[in-house]
Antibody, heavy 118, light 111 residues
Framework: EVQLAESGGGLVQPGGSRRLSCAASEFILSSYAMNWVRQAPGKGLEWVSVVSASGVGVYYADSVRGRFIVSRDSSRNTLYLEMNSLRDEDTAIYYC???????????WGQGTPVIVST | QSALTQPASVSGSLGQSITISCTGTSSDVGFYDYVSWYQQHPGKAPKLMIFDVTNRPSGVSNRFSGSKSGSTASLTISGLQAEDEADYYCNSYTGSDTLYVFGTGTKLTVL
């Protein structure tokens, strides 16, 4: 079955780091632009980052630029989000999402929660 | 890059039609035909309903349709069903360093 599965979430102290993973099944992740989207508790969706299919284009939301790094490992068919200097406001469920043939995100994982707290 | 503006809530009766608006600027919604819409039920991941303003992915009911006029995009749901009750979010490509922006979200209640 074509799917995405995030992992790596958990409780992190403010100022700490965490790496999230997003494993792709039944499709080649590097053939698509792949995104990270987050949702704080009780709040709306916030786009976080994207890596283009070529791997050359990497973009970030203003709120995470300079702190988060998106990458992928084609051999593992996995997308990553390295999160550094974490703040309370980074607390959210983090989803990975595939950009389909248009500019819609046509495939989403189930999400992994990140809680930044002492 | 500010979030796109959506009404906080809309409601409609079973069988009726509703429209959710999504207002951006001339730099995002008004410039690119790259608006998408997502449905999210509580505790679930979002689901793509419309992409590139008017296109429906395979498997999405034709009761869902999208349009755009100027800097405002719209999602219309006709023949409302109970399972349509959910949160809806629009999204636009921006072409800037912040490549995409979501709307503020709209809670749809089916009466």
């Amino acid at each position: 079955e074509v799917q995405l599965a995030e992992s790596g979430g958990g409780l992190v102290q403010p100022g700490g780091s965490r790496r999230l993973s997003c494993a792709a099944s039944e499709f080649i992740l590097s053939s698509y632009a792949m995104n990270w989207v987050r949702q704080a508790p009780g709040k709306g969706l916030e786009w976080v980052s994207v890596v283009s299919a070529s791997g050359v284009g990497v973009y970030y939301a203003d709120s995470v630029r300079g702190r988060f790094i998106v990458s992928r490992d084609s051999s593992r068919n996995t997308l990553y989000l390295e999160m550094n200097s974490l703040r309370d406001e980074d607390t959210a469920i983090y989803y990975c999402a595939r950009r389909g043939s248009g500019r819609g995100f046509d495939l989403w994982g189930q999400g992994t929660p990140v809680i930044v707290s002492t | 890059q500010s979030a796109l503006t959506q009404p906080a809530s809309v409601s409609g009766s079973l069988g009726q039609s509703i429209t959710i608006s999504c207002t951006g600027t001339s730099s995002d919604v008004g410039f690119y035909d790259y608006v998408s819409w997502y449905q999210q039920h509580p505790g679930k991941a979002p689901k793509l309903m419309i992409f590139d303003v008017t296109n429906r992915p395979s498997g999405v009911s034709n009761r869902f349709s999208g349009s755009k006029s100027g800097s405002t995009a719209s999602l219309t749901i006709s023949g409302l069903q109970a399972e349509d009750e959910a949160d809806y979010y629009c999204n636009s490509y921006t072409g800037s360093d912040t490549l995409y922006v979501f709307g503020t979200g709209t809670k749809l209640t089916v009466l």
